[in-house]
């Protein structure tokens, strides 16, 4: 009954002006994910960036209004390039709080230790295979809400620390 209430009280909070952004340069693999979620999470508002600019552009004007930062970045580490990603993800790491201590989740087809290893090197918050036909990618994202959305307390919307 006390981890009901917990998971409840955990669900409530992260629903809260609840946005996650996407940063992807497929569109179809864009397009996959933002069904998912919209899917998945109908509450949550999807944020897209198709490149490393939109992405700093719009974690950068959290600075103007925190509500509108997201709660979980998925970040692609092809972006076309890994060495792409991996610039990404460390631009976001400098940026001030509270946009720096958003969990960041790296997208990958890759499941070789060494990638898995620099991602968390590099200061992911998780690392997430993508699924290989589009059947998978409805029972991924339901597995990745239930763990990120329901049992993981994230950021408040007001980041107020």
């Known amino acids: 009954m006390?981890?009901?209430?917990?998971?409840?009280?955990?669900?409530?909070?992260?629903?809260?002006?609840?946005?996650?952004?996407?940063?992807?340069?497929?569109?179809?693999?864009?397009?996959m994910i933002e069904h998912c979620l919209r899917v998945c999470l109908p509450e949550v508002e999807?944020?897209?960036?198709?490149?490393?600019?939109?992405?700093?552009?719009?974690?950068?004007?959290?600075?103007?209004?925190?509500?509108?930062?997201?709660?979980?970045?998925?970040?692609?580490?092809?972006?076309?390039?890994?060495?792409?990603s991996w610039r990404i993800l460390r631009r976001i790491k400098e940026l001030p709080a509270p946009a720096n201590q958003i969990p960041v989740l790296m997208l990958s087809y890759s499941a070789d230790v060494d990638d898995v290893s620099e991602s968390y090197d590099q200061g992911s918050s998780s690392y997430l295979v993508k699924p290989a036909n589009d059947d998978e990618w409805l029972a991924y994202f339901q597995m990745l809400c239930k763990y990120w959305w329901e049992t993981v307390s994230l950021p408040l919307a007001d980041y107020r620390y």
């Open 2 to 31: 006390k981890n009901d209430i917990r998971s409840s009280t955990v669900r409530t909070q992260n629903f809260r002006q609840a946005r996650i952004l996407i940063i992807e340069n497929d569109p179809a693999q864009l397009a």
């Open 46 to 84: 999807p944020i897209k960036a198709i490149d490393e600019q939109q992405a700093i552009t719009y974690l950068s004007a959290g600075k103007l209004d925190e509500s509108k930062l997201p709660k979980l970045i998925l970040l692609d580490m092809l972006m076309p390039h890994r060495d792409d």
